[in-house]
């Protein structure tokens, strides 16, 4: 099936816009080293899926603290703090431009993710794009977690939009195959991934950085 331009683009929120720095800093403050964000990061998203996979559900602030215990000796105040830190996130440099030029061609802008509610539009907020951005959406808000195909089906509804008409842009590949397998059309840049994943579909677009993938969708015929 050949893709369209979306009429709504939705973009993933950590790493993908917002810069996870805080939160980096935050484990160096409480001496831990940075490099041990990404593992926790990883076991947050294991134990999020797994929790939604088996019929139940967890916040994601829950999982994080769960990840921080089993990945450090932290106690609950400490991992609070880190935690909290989440709520200091900024978009990185080339967000505003790439989402203005979205704006600029007449494209609704969303965001998509399954943290916690007000760290997107704190984020947003901290770097004075909330304008380019028509809502955020948490999918706490049905109790699910990307990349479950009810996830993107929500937010193509909550945009009145079919789901063959909505993109989702992230800078992780399972997020992008659980946007194309709910039939939207996926873009994948490279953030911290240097690889998309073999073992899923391959990426309807595909570039090197986050204007690449706003390119690609552009680039899709009306």
């Given at each position: 099936?050949?893709?369209?331009?979306?009429?709504?683009?939705?973009?993933?929120?950590?790493?993908?816009?917002?810069?996870?720095?805080?939160?980096?800093?935050?484990?160096?403050?409480?001496?831990?080293?940075?490099?041990?964000?990404?593992?926790?990061?990883?076991?947050?998203?294991?134990?999020?899926?797994?929790?939604?996979?088996?019929?139940?559900?967890?916040?994601?602030?829950?999982?994080?603290?769960?990840?921080?215990?089993?990945?450090?000796?932290?106690?609950?105040?400490?991992?609070?703090?880190?935690?909290?830190?989440?709520?200091?996130?900024?978009?990185?440099?080339?967000?505003?431009?790439?989402?203005?030029?979205?704006?600029?061609?007449?494209?609704?802008?969303?965001?998509?993710?399954?943290?916690?509610?007000g760290v997107a539009e704190a984020g947003l907020a901290r770097g004075g794009i909330t304008p380019l951005v028509e809502r955020t959406l948490s999918s706490e808000a049905i109790r699910a977690w990307k990349p479950a195909r009810e996830v993107y089906l929500w937010a193509a509804g909550s945009c009145d939009v079919a789901p063959e008409r909505m993109a989702l842009v992230a800078a992780h590949g399972w997020d992008v195959q659980g946007a194309q397998r709910a039939g939207l059309t996926g873009a994948w840049f490279s953030r911290g991934e240097h690889a998309y994943p073999a073992v899923f579909d391959a990426p309807h677009v595909r570039a090197d950085d986050l204007a690449g993938a706003v390119d690609g969708l552009l680039a899709l015929p009306a």
């Open positions: 099936m050949s893709r369209l331009r979306p009429e709504v683009v939705a973009f993933d929120v950590n790493e993908t816009l917002l810069d996870l720095a805080p939160v980096r800093a935050a484990l160096i403050e409480s001496g831990r080293p940075g490099e041990l964000l990404r593992p926790v990061f990883g076991r947050t998203l294991l134990i999020g899926f797994a929790a939604a996979l088996t019929g139940s559900w967890c916040r994601f602030r829950d999982a994080f603290d769960d990840a921080l215990a089993q990945e450090t000796d932290l106690d609950a105040p400490r991992r609070s703090a880190v935690a909290d830190a989440f709520g200091e996130l900024s978009p990185h440099p080339d967000v505003e431009p790439t989402l203005r030029r979205l704006a600029e061609a007449g494209i609704r802008v969303v965001t998509l993710t399954h943290g916690s509610p």
